[in-house]
Protein backbone atom coordinates (compact mmCIF):
# COMPACT_ATOMS: atom_id res chain seq x y z
CA UNK A 1 0.00 0.00 0.00
CA UNK A 2 1.22 3.11 -1.03
CA UNK A 3 2.48 5.82 1.90
CA UNK A 4 -0.48 8.19 0.82
CA UNK A 5 -2.95 5.67 1.32
CA UNK A 6 -1.39 4.17 4.56
CA UNK A 7 -1.17 7.46 6.34
CA UNK A 8 -4.72 8.23 6.12
CA UNK A 9 -5.73 4.93 6.85
CA UNK A 10 -3.69 4.67 10.19
CA UNK A 11 -5.56 8.07 11.07
CA UNK A 12 -8.80 7.16 10.34
CA UNK A 13 -7.67 4.12 12.54
CA UNK A 14 -6.76 6.32 14.90
CA UNK A 15 -10.11 8.33 14.94
CA UNK A 16 -11.93 5.15 15.48
CA UNK A 17 -10.07 4.04 18.44
CA UNK A 18 -10.53 7.46 20.22
CA UNK A 19 -14.08 6.99 19.20
CA UNK A 20 -14.07 3.26 21.37
CA UNK A 21 -11.83 5.19 24.76
CA UNK A 22 -14.35 8.09 24.02
CA UNK A 23 -17.57 5.55 24.50
CA UNK A 24 -15.54 3.47 27.39
CA UNK A 25 -14.89 6.76 29.37
CA UNK A 26 -18.61 7.68 29.24
CA UNK A 27 -19.53 4.06 30.10
CA UNK A 28 -17.59 4.55 33.38
CA UNK A 29 -14.72 1.92 31.99
CA UNK A 30 -11.91 4.34 32.56
CA UNK A 31 -9.18 1.58 32.03
CA UNK A 32 -10.65 0.30 28.77
CA UNK A 33 -10.15 3.86 28.15
CA UNK A 34 -7.18 4.36 28.76
CA UNK A 35 -5.68 1.67 26.89
CA UNK A 36 -7.79 2.43 23.96
CA UNK A 37 -6.37 6.28 24.27
CA UNK A 38 -3.22 4.71 24.34
CA UNK A 39 -3.41 2.58 21.23
CA UNK A 40 -5.00 5.99 19.09
CA UNK A 41 -1.69 7.52 20.16
CA UNK A 42 0.31 4.60 18.57
CA UNK A 43 -2.14 4.89 15.23
CA UNK A 44 -1.73 8.61 14.96
CA UNK A 45 2.31 8.23 15.67
CA UNK A 46 2.20 5.93 12.90
CA UNK A 47 0.21 8.07 10.93
CA UNK A 48 2.17 11.29 11.57
CA UNK A 49 5.80 9.37 10.19
CA UNK A 50 3.92 8.42 7.18
CA UNK A 51 2.25 11.69 6.40
CA UNK A 52 3.51 14.66 4.28
CA UNK A 53 5.26 17.43 6.13
CA UNK A 54 2.51 20.00 7.97
CA UNK A 55 0.10 17.34 9.06
CA UNK A 56 0.03 18.90 12.26
CA UNK A 57 -3.54 17.23 12.90
CA UNK A 58 -1.79 13.90 13.46
CA UNK A 59 0.41 15.95 16.33
CA UNK A 60 -2.87 17.32 18.22
CA UNK A 61 -4.29 13.55 18.12
CA UNK A 62 -1.71 12.61 19.60
CA UNK A 63 -0.96 14.88 22.50
CA UNK A 64 -5.01 14.50 23.27
CA UNK A 65 -5.28 11.03 23.40
CA UNK A 66 -2.29 10.90 25.73
CA UNK A 67 -3.69 13.30 27.97
CA UNK A 68 -6.70 11.41 28.05
CA UNK A 69 -5.63 8.05 28.21
CA UNK A 70 -2.66 9.07 31.59
CA UNK A 71 0.87 9.91 29.45
CA UNK A 72 0.65 13.59 29.44
CA UNK A 73 4.56 13.87 30.19
CA UNK A 74 5.33 11.12 27.61
CA UNK A 75 3.64 12.75 24.64
CA UNK A 76 4.37 16.33 25.67
CA UNK A 77 7.86 15.49 25.25
CA UNK A 78 7.17 13.80 21.75
CA UNK A 79 5.31 16.64 20.53
CA UNK A 80 8.22 19.06 21.60
CA UNK A 81 10.95 16.58 19.81
CA UNK A 82 9.23 15.96 16.83
CA UNK A 83 8.30 19.66 16.29
CA UNK A 84 11.78 21.51 17.55
CA UNK A 85 13.42 21.87 14.08
CA UNK A 86 10.44 22.33 12.09
CA UNK A 87 10.55 25.86 10.53
CA UNK A 88 6.62 25.40 9.42
CA UNK A 89 5.26 24.46 12.50
CA UNK A 90 6.22 28.31 13.79
CA UNK A 91 3.72 29.24 11.50
CA UNK A 92 1.02 27.07 12.00
CA UNK A 93 -1.91 27.51 13.96
CA UNK A 94 -2.70 23.64 14.19
CA UNK A 95 1.72 22.73 14.98
CA UNK A 96 1.06 25.30 17.52
CA UNK A 97 -1.96 23.89 19.39
CA UNK A 98 -0.27 20.78 20.05
CA UNK A 99 3.20 22.92 21.22
CA UNK A 100 0.50 25.02 23.58
CA UNK A 101 -0.68 21.86 24.85
CA UNK A 102 2.77 20.35 25.12
CA UNK A 103 4.61 23.34 26.90
CA UNK A 104 1.64 23.71 29.26
CA UNK A 105 1.87 20.26 30.36
CA UNK A 106 6.34 20.77 31.00
CA UNK A 107 5.44 23.29 32.99
CA UNK A 108 6.24 26.10 30.65
CA UNK A 109 3.68 29.04 30.77
CA UNK A 110 5.42 31.47 28.62
CA UNK A 111 5.59 29.27 25.72
CA UNK A 112 2.15 27.98 26.39
CA UNK A 113 0.65 31.59 26.00
CA UNK A 114 3.07 32.63 23.06
CA UNK A 115 1.90 28.87 21.12
CA UNK A 116 -1.70 29.83 22.00
CA UNK A 117 -1.93 33.01 20.88
CA UNK A 118 -0.56 31.87 17.34
CA UNK A 119 -3.86 29.57 17.34
CA UNK A 120 -5.98 32.24 17.14
CA UNK A 121 -5.83 33.55 13.47
CA UNK A 122 -7.50 29.57 12.59
CA UNK A 123 -10.35 30.90 14.45
CA UNK A 124 -13.64 30.33 16.32
CA UNK A 125 -12.76 26.45 18.11
CA UNK A 126 -9.23 27.38 17.96
CA UNK A 127 -9.63 30.61 19.44
CA UNK A 128 -11.57 29.35 22.44
CA UNK A 129 -9.33 26.68 23.12
CA UNK A 130 -6.10 29.26 22.91
CA UNK A 131 -7.98 31.08 25.66
CA UNK A 132 -8.71 27.94 27.88
CA UNK A 133 -4.89 27.17 27.22
CA UNK A 134 -3.52 30.75 28.29
CA UNK A 135 -5.37 30.84 31.24
CA UNK A 136 -4.21 28.36 32.36
CA UNK A 137 -0.81 28.70 31.87
CA UNK A 138 -1.49 32.30 33.63
CA UNK A 139 -3.08 30.81 36.35
CA UNK A 140 -6.56 33.25 35.77
CA UNK A 141 -9.23 31.13 37.38
CA UNK A 142 -12.12 32.97 35.49
CA UNK A 143 -10.90 33.00 32.21
CA UNK A 144 -10.64 29.58 32.13
CA UNK A 145 -14.17 29.05 33.03
CA UNK A 146 -15.31 31.06 30.69
CA UNK A 147 -13.43 29.47 27.89
CA UNK A 148 -14.43 25.96 28.66
CA UNK A 149 -17.96 27.15 29.32
CA UNK A 150 -17.93 28.12 25.43
CA UNK A 151 -15.87 24.64 24.23
CA UNK A 152 -18.83 23.06 26.11
CA UNK A 153 -21.37 24.77 24.55
CA UNK A 154 -19.82 24.24 21.52
CA UNK A 155 -19.71 20.74 22.00
CA UNK A 156 -23.33 20.54 23.28
CA UNK A 157 -24.66 22.16 19.81
CA UNK A 158 -22.98 20.26 16.97
CA UNK A 159 -25.08 17.29 14.95
CA UNK A 160 -21.68 15.37 14.50
CA UNK A 161 -18.65 14.63 16.25
CA UNK A 162 -14.96 13.20 14.57
CA UNK A 163 -15.28 10.30 16.29
CA UNK A 164 -19.09 9.65 16.29
CA UNK A 165 -19.17 10.63 20.01
CA UNK A 166 -20.65 12.83 21.15
CA UNK A 167 -18.34 14.38 23.89
CA UNK A 168 -16.54 17.58 24.31
CA UNK A 169 -12.73 15.74 24.47
CA UNK A 170 -11.16 19.19 23.93
CA UNK A 171 -12.80 20.56 27.34
CA UNK A 172 -12.22 16.75 28.80
CA UNK A 173 -8.33 17.40 28.44
CA UNK A 174 -8.60 20.57 29.57
CA UNK A 175 -9.93 19.93 32.82
CA UNK A 176 -7.51 17.49 33.12
CA UNK A 177 -4.87 20.11 32.77
CA UNK A 178 -6.86 22.15 35.29
CA UNK A 179 -7.30 19.86 37.92
CA UNK A 180 -3.44 20.25 38.46
CA UNK A 181 -3.34 23.27 39.12
CA UNK A 182 -6.32 23.39 41.62
CA UNK A 183 -8.72 25.53 38.25
CA UNK A 184 -10.74 22.86 37.34
CA UNK A 185 -14.55 23.62 36.38
CA UNK A 186 -16.41 20.33 36.66
CA UNK A 187 -19.26 21.66 35.25
CA UNK A 188 -22.57 19.14 34.79
CA UNK A 189 -22.42 18.08 31.62
CA UNK A 190 -22.51 14.70 30.01
CA UNK A 191 -20.58 15.94 27.20
CA UNK A 192 -17.43 16.24 30.09
CA UNK A 193 -17.02 13.71 32.15
CA UNK A 194 -14.85 13.57 35.13
CA UNK A 195 -11.71 11.27 34.77
Do not use: C
Amino acid sequence: MPDDEEHRQLMMAAIALEGEAHTALLAGDRDAARETYGRAVERYRASWELAPPKSYGRLVGLIKAGVLGGQPAAVAREVRDRLKDDDNAEGSPVASYALAVAALIVGDGEDAVVRATRMEPRGEAFERTAAALKALATGDAGAYEAALTAIEADFAARTEHLTGVAIADTAVMLELLAAERDLAVRPSSALVPVI
